[in-house]
């Protein structure tokens, strides 16, 4: 089995800085694509940040010049550093990654979810 275990949320004041962490563990051959979503009250969860695994980067507009998602492959690892944070920030923020789990299998790709982590700014 894959976990992916997310860290790093909390209370923020507007302008502030919070970087998330997220750690995949278990069953991995592959880790191909890894991103972050984030889901507030009401809304549906969308797109945050995403990276592949040769590093190339997405971002969504809102997030763009202040958010930088980066992983670290040898430790099964992705970041996203969140910089001048507002209130529409505040959402529960989700790992996501997409694993091959043995190289028997290599074709094979499996989507796996964190638990998600509070992410609240607010003065």
């Known amino acids: 089995q894959v976990q992916l275990v997310e860290s790093g949320g909390g209370l923020v004041q507007p302008g502030g800085s919070l970087r998330l962490s997220c750690v995949a563990s278990?069953?991995?051959?592959?880790?191909?694509?890894m991103g972050w979503y984030r889901q507030a009250p009401g809304k549906e969860r969308e797109l945050v940040a995403s990276?592949?695994?040769?590093?190339?980067?997405n971002y969504a507009d809102s997030v763009k010049a202040r958010f930088a998602i980066s992983r670290d492959n040898a430790k099964n690892m992705v970041y996203l550093q969140m910089n001048s944070l507002k209130p529409d920030d505040t959402a529960v923020y989700y790992c996501n990654a997409e694993i091959t789990p043995s190289a028997r299998y290599y074709y094979l790709k499996y989507a796996y979810w964190g638990q998600g982590t509070q992410v609240t700014v607010s003065s």
């Open positions: 990276i592949t695994s040769g590093g190339d980067t």
């Open positions: 278990g069953s991995i051959f592959k880790i191909n694509g």
